[in-house]
């Protein structure tokens, strides 16, 4: 590709001609510097475009790049396809605002070629056909967005009919907890219950059981002075040479001797067994 430098003045109208070649297809770039008097005007955060009628009448509408006070135009074959002088020619800078500057360029003398008519002449408006294809681009994005939405939506309610079914199981569980724990603490409030009247009873019992061992071991002290006298009275029998109540007298004294010996025996059992309990 060759290029032609062009400097132009937003206030002047050029006077030189671009000489081009029909059906040249970017070929050719035109280096378009922009001055305002004798600034430099900065094209930067702009949109700069072309604006060029050809000699038959059809439109270009294309987009230039931008470096600076410079835009660059690249000749297509479309701009190229009709010979003869371009009708206009501009730079149109569109500001961030909205402002609109438009710019005159030299005419575009193109040169008949040889071989004319293999590219036909229509209307170019690239930039609109760039845009759109951004607006089709945008609708099927927010088409898209607007499915993926719905889809959101639809898992947002079923998360939200699960979170319910969820919250209704938690609430269920949490009843039966408390009714669990009031259950637990109406049996160990039965625990302690039983457990107190167990002492009580167990008190009791203890204390009849003592009050019984010592009636037993009461007795007992009788029978055993009982049995005292019983052997002196029949010591006093044996004295008197009668046998026969001598010997029933001692058959007597052998059985409560044998009475008062188990009762002895079952003090001590007694005795044993309840100071076991009292240890518990």
């Known amino acids: 590709m060759v290029y032609k430098e062009i400097t132009v003045d937003v206030w002047r109208k050029p006077n030189e001609e671009v000489r081009v070649i029909q059906e040249e297809a ?39 790049q931008v470096s600076g006070n410079t835009a660059s135009i690249a000749l297509t074959g479309q701009m190229m396809s009709a010979y003869g002088r371009t009708k206009l020619c501009e730079l149109e800078v569109v500001g961030n605002r909205g402002q609109v500057l438009k710019i005159t360029l030299p005419v575009l003398y193109i040169v008949k070629s040889a071989y004319h008519d293999a590219i036909e002449s229509t ?14 681009s945008a609708v099927q994005k927010a088409e898209s967005a607007v499915q993926a939405a719905e889809n959101a939506n639809e898992s947002a309610e079923q998360i939200a009919g699960k979170t319910e079914i969820l919250e209704r199981n938690i609430t269920a569980a949490e009843a039966k907890r408390v009714e669990t724990e009031n259950l637990r603490c109406a049996n160990e409030e039965l625990r302690e219950n039983a457990e107190a009247s167990r002492k009580v ?21 009788e029978a055993d002075q009982a049995a005292e006298r019983a052997n002196r009275a029949a010591e006093k029998m044996e004295g008197l040479q009668i046998p026969e109540i001598g010997q029933m007298i001692s058959e007597i004294m052998k059985m409560k001797k044998e009475r008062t010996a188990g009762l002895r025996l079952w003090i001590r059992r007694v005795r044993y067994h309840l100071c076991q309990m009292l240890l518990m």
């Open 201 to 221: 009873e167990f008190s009791e019992w203890k204390d009849a059981s003592i009050t019984a061992l010592e009636t037993v071991a009461s007795a007992a002290a």
């Open 26 to 64: 970017e070929g050719r770039a035109l280096v378009v510097h922009v001055f305002d008097s004798a600034a430099p005007l900065d094209l930067s955060q702009k949109s700069v475009f072309v604006y060029i009628q050809k000699p038959d009448d059809k439109l270009i509408y294309a987009q230039a």
């Open 123 to 136: 209307n170019e408006f690239s930039v609109l056909t760039e845009n759109l294809q951004k607006v089709q």
